[in-house]
Structure formats: structure tokens, C-alpha cells
């Protein structure tokens, strides 16, 4: 049994492009900063938590970039200098980045 979309109606994993539209809708916000100690730190906000899912985002950025990380309050905060690479992961996940 497919899951129904709360918000359209359609069975998520084939009608409904909700999570599509959502992603291309995200004002994604990529920077390094740095933070004590001189450690960089790759900063992404900008994700609307209600429509994507943060934590599921940060795992997989994490395991691609092979680097330490958190996902809270919307945004996702990486260990390292990555926004290049970030950039292109989002984009390849659908993000309008
Ligand atoms: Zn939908």
C-alpha cells in the first residue's frame, strides 16, 4: 500500500510531486563559517522543515561528503569547508539551489 499525500490526495511514491515542488521552492542558503578552534563549519538554511525531511537531507550530505554533521531547527550544519560539493548534491536531489 502506497502512502496518500496529506496534501494533495495522490500516493506519494508515484502521483504526487508535493515534495518536487517543494524542493525547487526552497531559498537554500549555503555558507562556511568559522568557528572556534578554526574549525569550518558548511552552514545550509533555508529548508522549510515541514517539507523536507532535515534529518534524512543531513544523513545522506554526510554520508556523500564523508564528514560529521547536524541537523537541527532547519538547518544543516557540516564539518568542513563543502559548498561546492553541497551545492551540486542538492542540486542532483532536486534542490534549486
Ligand atoms: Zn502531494
Same mark, same amino acid.
Given at each position: ?37 578554526? %574549525?569550518?563549519?558548511? &552552514?545550509?538554511?533555508?529548508? =522549510? ?6 534529518? $534524512? +537531507?543531513? *544523513? ?11 541537523? %537541527?531547527?532547519?538547518? &544543516?550544519?557540516?564539518?568542513? =569547508? ?6 551540486? $548534491? +542538492?542540486? *542532483? ?5
Amino acid at each position: 500500500m502506497s502512502e496518500i499525500c496529506p496534501q494533495c490526495g495522490l500516493p506519494k511514491d508515484t502521483l504526487c510531486v508535493c515534495e518536487n515542488i517543494a524542493k525547487e521552492e526552497q531559498r537554500i542558503k549555503i555558507r562556511a563559517i568559522k568557528r572556534k578552534f578554526g %574549525k569550518i563549519m558548511t &552552514i545550509i538554511e533555508g529548508l =522549510d522543515p515541514k517539507v523536507i525531511n532535515i534529518k $534524512e +537531507l543531513a *544523513k545522506k550530505l554526510k554520508s556523500k561528503l564523508a564528514c560529521g554533521g547536524t541537523a %537541527k531547527d532547519g538547518v &544543516i550544519e557540516l564539518q568542513g =569547508d563543502h559548498i561546492t560539493q553541497v551545492k551540486e $548534491e +542538492l542540486k *542532483k536531489e532536486g534542490f534549486n539551489v
